[in-house]
């Protein structure tokens, strides 16, 4: 195990949240030659590991092609996951139909692979028409009642408050099969909303599972920037929160460490705190530039360690792929994408009265006055994407 993995001591696949130190440990299911290191459930670990292998290779060449829409003005932002993306598809495996999502910037993907259509979730990007949100949120700021993951917000930290009041909820009325998931980056630590969800959560042992992706820079500040603890892991066990170290970039130990999280929610247990042990390989966003803030060399080496191509290794490794199937999936997987971009592109604007929808049951006259003096106006020629 390399130096950035920790020190090297595994953690048994079984009752991952024991009273262990967390500085010593980093769970961790597949080697860095694909080979699998700890394989407690291998029944599953065939249909597992390909469903994982489709979704992050989706992410991966969907990420990439949004990025080119941006550049070409058809997007307005896009915040891409790329070298992150075993723990959003490792953890959208693992919740159930039940389950509420609260995601940080890198973890819409969930909503791919609990079965939102790739169009829709792309007409949020482009807030048209065909959002369902009506063009009213952020790019990237996906979110869908259908599959139970709320909307996360630019104000760091906000969405872990709510990941445990909705878990504290459904506690309180009696909703035994529900939890939740709650994101944060590394930087969002710093932040007291953190710190007030962790209390909360250790107190009222809530049915809830709060994961750090640790991906090295809140933007462009380093982990030593912004904590003086041996891990972020530790914090949650100041709070009386189970916690544990995982190998973020390993897809496997990702599903493996949140499942048996959220099975311990659902006996009663109390949350899990998971620091996922990651890199973002690329921009923050596409209004970032990487390059002034780290060293070509640094992402290099962790760019050897990228989730999907570990994965790959695994599955060739294992005999479930080989170079035929992964071409015919990536052509497949590439004409999904472009014709969901096509359909998403292909809607206008959204209708400018439902600037006045949503908020009133019964629209106040003021509000009534401003939509008749608004739809009396010519409207405007139609733009890509469109949004208020």
Avoid at 32 to 48: F, H, M, N
Avoid at 109 to 115: A, D, E, P, Q
Avoid at 129 to 157: E, F, N, T, Y
């Amino acid at each position: 195990m390399s130096a950035a993995h920790g020190s090297g001591v595994v953690l048994p696949p079984r009752d991952l949240a024991a009273d262990l130190p967390p500085e010593l440990g980093l769970y961790q299911v597949l080697c860095d030659d694909g080979s699998a290191r700890l394989v407690s459930e291998p029944a599953i670990l065939p249909t597992l590991g390909l469903r994982a292998y489709r979704y992050i290779k989706l992410l991966r060449l969907l990420d990439a092609r949004m990025i080119l829409l941006q550049r070409q003005g058809r997007v307005g932002f896009y915040g891409a996951c790329t070298g992150q993306e075993a723990t959003p598809i490792g953890t959208g495996l693992a919740v159930t139909e039940q389950d509420w999502v609260f995601p940080a910037l890198r973890e819409s993907s969930i909503m791919l692979v609990r079965g939102m259509p790739l169009a829709p979730y792309l007409c949020q990007v482009f807030g048209n028409r065909g959002d369902i949100l009506k063009g009213r949120q952020m790019p990237s700021h996906m979110s869908s009642r259908a599959v139970k993951q709320v909307s996360w917000s630019s104000c760091i930290a906000t969405q872990l408050p709510q990941a445990v009041g909705v878990a504290w909820a459904a506690r309180l009325r009696g909703d035994r099969d529900v939890a939740t998931v709650g994101f944060i980056g590394d930087g969002g630590t710093s932040e007291p909303d953190f710190h007030n969800a962790l209390n909360f959560a250790g107190v009222y042992k809530v049915p809830c599972v709060i994961v750090c992706q640790n991906n090295q820079f809140a933007i462009s500040v380093r982990p030593d920037r912004q904590t003086a603890s041996a891990t972020y892991a530790i914090k949650g066990r100041a709070y009386g929160v189970p916690s544990l170290r995982v190998d973020g970039n390993d897809v496997l130990a990702m599903y493996h460490a949140v499942s048996q999280a959220l099975a311990r929610a659902r006996r009663g247990e109390g949350p899990t705190f998971i620091e996922a042990l990651t890199y973002r390989i690329g921009a923050h966003s596409t209004s970032d530039d990487p390059s002034r803030y780290r060293s070509q060399d640094e992402v290099d080496a962790w760019a050897a360690r990228d989730p999907l191509a570990r994965l790959r290794a695994h599955l060739v490794y294992s005999g479930l792929l080989d170079d035929e199937r992964d071409e015919l999936l990536e052509h497949e997987l590439t004409a999904e994408i472009s014709a969901a971009i096509t359909e998403a592109e292909a809607h206008g604007p959204p209708e400018r009265a439902s600037l006045f929808d949503d908020v009133y049951a019964e629209l106040p006259w003021h509000l009534a006055e401003q939509k008749a003096e608004l739809m009396a106006l010519p409207c405007a020629p139609p733009t890509h994407g469109g949004g208020h």
